[in-house]
């Protein structure tokens, strides 16, 4: 195996040996750092410290410290205080995940719209109650 | 002469990268397995990937004019270790970050002789990515 391979396998090996359930962990602790990389910029905007942030949250200075290096998770009652702290309101929203690729279904200009091809699935007409009539369109990419 | 560096994770949109120095590659997966640093690592890849900013956890080490584009990930704690990086962005804007150097134990909060040595070695080096 050349030097490249293996030490592509290694670093393979790091990542993919992650269990369930540091998985998870990892997870949560990407989320809460796209709240605090928002807690960062109007802490710094505001002209607050670490310490004001964490007095404003009713936590040590340590706490801010191990929350900022993934050593401990955030939780709401943290989120709210530092909400009312800083004057700010975080914004929900859902993205839902789609299992399918579109990248490759690169949209196509004809004059007269634009359309979006792609492959063919085959329906299972088994399962449906009722067959498409001629020239309906099912499968259609929203 | 040119440095090999391997990505070993890409970005989705495939516009943000991570590389290995080959050289050094084994050695930085052989200490982050035997100080328990790996899911850490996995954590602050996945950072990097995500394009999401923390400064506790990497950073730049731009201390000088001779310190371009190199990076630093943070392990912060008893063990204080760091792992140099350089930061490149391709034509085509893809931003590649290569792990490089490992400093298993930074003693000073300031960056002393041992740490500016690393950073402008690591700024020194040229890659090829593969």
């Known amino acids: 195996m050349s030097k490249s391979d293996h030490i592509k396998e290694k670093f393979n090996s790091l990542f ?3 269990s369930e359930k540091d998985r998870s962990d990892i997870d949560a602790k990407v989320l809460m750092f796209r ?14 410290s670490r310490k004001d942030l964490a007095e404003s949250m ?6 801010v410290s191990q929350l900022f290096n993934g050593d401990k998770l955030l939780n709401l009652v943290h989120l709210a205080k530092l909400q009312k702290a800083l004057g700010i309101e975080f914004e929900i929203k859902n993205e839902a995940i789609r299992e399918e690729n579109f990248k490759d279904y690169i949209p196509k200009g004809d004059g007269k719209g634009v359309w979006v091809y792609k492959p063919f699935v085959e329906p299972d007409y088994e399962k449906m109650e009722t067959l498409p009539e001629a020239g309906e369109c099912f499968n259609i990419v929203a | 002469m040119r440095r090999k560096a391997q990505i070993i994770q890409s970005s989705e949109d495939g516009k943000r990268k991570i590389a290995v120095d080959e050289e050094n590659g084994e050695s930085i997966f052989e200490f982050l397995e035997e100080k328990k640093l790996a899911k850490k690592f996995a954590m ?7 394009g999401i900013k923390n ?4 950073g730049r080490e731009e201390i000088d004019t001779y310190s371009k584009g190199v990076t630093a990930i943070k392990f912060k704690g008893r063990q204080n270790t760091r792992i140099y990086c350089k930061e490149l ?29 690393l950073i402008h070695k ?3 080096y040229e890659y090829k990515i593969e």
């Open chain 1, 58 to 63: 009713g936590v040590s200075p340590a706490f």
């Open chain 1, 16 to 18: 993919s040996s992650i």
């Open chain 2, 89 to 117: 962005t391709t034509e085509d804007e893809v931003l590649i970050v290569i792990v490089s150097e490992l400093h298993k134990k930074k003693k000073n909060q300031k960056n002393k002789s041992p740490e500016k040595s």
């Open chain 2, 44 to 50: 602050i890849c996945e950072l990097l990937i995500r």
């Open chain 2, 55 to 58: 400064a506790d956890l990497y």
């Open chain 1, 35 to 48: 709240f605090l990389e928002i807690v960062e910029e109007e802490r710094k905007q505001k002209n607050f």
């Open chain 2, 122 to 124: 690591v700024a020194s």
